[in-house]
C-alpha cells in the first residue's frame, strides 16, 4: 500500500517561507498524479497544486501561482511545495495527495485515493 508522510510546517510570520515535504513509500511507481491541498478550520478542503509523477507536468490554484512551487526530488522520492510571501490566509493544515489512476492534475479531493495526515502551517506575527 501506498504511504504519505507530510513534514515541514510550522509557524512563520508574514511575508516568510515555508517548504513542505511528501514523502512517499510502498508503491511509489504507481503514483501518476501527487497534489497538495490545505484546509483551514470550519473550511472546505482546497486544492493548493498538483505534479504528474513522471512527466513533471504541473497545475496550481490561482492563489498559488505566483509564490508557491511544487517538485518532485527523485532523490529523497518526495514531492515538496515551496511557499514563498506567506499571508496569514494561508494559514491552514496542508495535506498531500496521491492518485495511480488519474489521467490529469485534478484539482478535487475526491479523485485523489492516498493521503497523509497533515502538517499545520501557521502564518502569524
Known amino acids: 500500500q501506498v504511504h504519505l508522510v507530510e513534514s515541514g510546517g510550522g509557524l512563520v510570520q508574514p511575508g516568510g517561507s515555508l517548504r513542505l515535504s511528501c514523502e512517499t513509500s510502498?508503491?511509489?511507481?504507481?503514483?501518476?498524479?501527487v497534489a497538495w491541498f490545505r484546509q483551514a478550520p470550519e473550511k472546505e478542503r482546497e486544492f493548493v497544486a498538483a505534479i504528474g509523477w513522471s512527466d513533471r507536468s504541473k497545475d496550481y490554484a490561482e492563489s498559488a501561482k505566483v509564490r508557491f512551487t511544487i517538485s518532485r526530488d527523485d532523490f529523497k522520492n518526495t514531492v515538496d511545495l515551496q511557499m514563498n510571501s506567506l499571508k496569514p490566509e494561508d494559514t491552514a493544515v496542508y495535506y498531500c495527495?496521491?492518485?495511480?489512476?488519474?489521467?490529469?492534475?485534478?484539482?478535487?479531493?475526491?479523485?485523489?485515493?492516498?493521503w497523509g495526515q497533515g502538517t499545520q502551517v501557521t502564518v502569524s506575527s
Open positions: 495527495a496521491a492518485d495511480s489512476l488519474l489521467t490529469r492534475l485534478d484539482t478535487l479531493p475526491g479523485a485523489y485515493e492516498y
Open positions: 510502498g508503491r511509489p511507481s504507481s503514483i501518476y498524479v
